[in-house]
C-alpha cells in the first residue's frame, strides 16, 4: 500500500488494515506487543511505517498484557523509596531512579516466565519494598494489587535478612546490643536477630533477620551498637532470596513462588 506523501502511515492503520479490525482494537494489538516492524517488535500505534515488513502474532490478544512483580539486585546509589540523593564513586551525585535499571539487556538470564518485556509492564509499578540508596539488594515493584497489599500490610510480620559489613571486630558487648536493641523515642524496635557471618581484612560480615524493617533502621542499630556500616545488602525477603541475581540484574516474578 503507498504510503502517506514521504511521512509513511500510522502503524494503528496499517495493522487496522491487515487484522479488518478498528482502529482501538490495532492500537492494542500494537501495545500488547504482538506486532512488529521489520522483525523488531514496535509498541508505538503512532510509529510510521513505509514498505516495511509487519508481522503480526497469529496467536495475538485484545486482552491487556498480565501484571506483573519484577525482583531487581538494586546496587548501591540508585533510589528505592527513600528519596536520598547520594555520591558516589563512578555515578556522581543525584538521585537515580532503581526502577530505569529495568531494561531489556539487564534481564537475568534465569527469567523463566516466557513474558517480554512491555512498556506497559513498567507503568504503575508499585515499590513495596524500599531500600536505602547507599545500600544493595532485592527490591520489589509489582502491578498486581494483591501482592502489593500483602507487603505492605503483612510487612510487619515478613522477615527480611541482610548481611552487613562493618569495620573492625564486633564485640560480644556490641553483638548483645543489636540483638536486644533498646527502645527508641519511648517505642520498642522490632526484635532482630544478628550473628556474626566472617570477619577479615578489617570487616565483620554480620547477618541481620528482622520483621518491620523501614529504612535506616539497621544504621540506627548499629550506630547505638558503636559501630560503622561500610556495605549493605537485602538477601531475603520472606521466601524469596536473592539468589544469583547480579547487581543490576532483575528477573519476573514466577505465579508459583510466595513472600
Known amino acids: 500500500m503507498p504510503a502517506e506523501e514521504d511521512g509513511g502511515i500510522r502503524l494503528s492503520k496499517r ?45 495475538a490478544s485484545l486482552m491487556a498484557p498480565p501484571a506483573v512483580t519484577i525482583l531487581l539486585h538494586k546496587p548501591p546509589g540508585h533510589d528505592a523509596g527513600t528519596g536520598e540523593p547520594v555520591d558516589i564513586k563512578g555515578l556522581g551525585k543525584g538521585i537515580r531512579p532503581a526502577l530505569d535499571l529495568v531494561v531489556a539487556s539487564s534481564r537475568s538470564g534465569e527469567d523463566r516466565s ?26 520489589v515493584y509489582t502491578q498486581d494489587w494483591r ?66 524493617i523501614h529504612p535506616g533502621l539497621v544504621a540506627h542499630l548499629c550506630d547505638q551498637a558503636g559501630l560503622q556500616i561500610v556495605g549493605m545488602k537485602r538477601i531475603r525477603i520472606g521466601r524469596l532470596p536473592l539468589s544469583t541475581l547480579q547487581p543490576g540484574q532483575w528477573r519476573l516474578l514466577m505465579p508459583y513462588e510466595r513472600f
Not at 517480554?116 to 513498567?122: C, D, I, T, V
Not at 503483612?154 to 536493641?181: H, K, W
Open 114 to 139: 516466557g513474558i517480554p518485556l512491555l512498556k506497559k509492564h513498567l507503568m504503575r509499578q508499585q515499590l513495596c519494598t524500599p531500600l536505602e540508596s547507599r545500600a544493595s539488594g532485592l527490591v
Open 15 to 59: 495493522v487496522a488494515e491487515l487484522k479488518a479490525c478498528s482502529r482501538r482494537e490495532a492500537e492494542q494489538y500494537i501495545e500488547g506487543g504482538w506486532v512488529r516492524v521489520a522483525g523488531r517488535v514496535v509498541e508505538e500505534p503512532q510509529f510510521r511505517v513505509r514498505g516495511e515488513d509487519i508481522a503480526i502474532d497469529p496467536t
Open 147 to 212: 501482592i502489593g497489599r500483602k507487603l505492605t500490610e503483612d510487612m510487619g510480620v515478613i522477615e527480611q535478612e541482610f548481611t552487613v559489613e562493618v569495620q573492625g571486630d564486633v564485640s560480644n558487648e556490641a553483638l548483645q546490643r543489636l540483638n536486644q536493641p533498646p527502645r527508641s523515642d519511648g517505642r520498642p524496635l522490632p526484635p532482630v536477630k544478628v550473628s556474626i557471618g566472617s570477619t577479615g581484612d578489617g570487616v565483620t560480615r554480620l547477618r541481620v533477620a528482622v520483621k518491620g
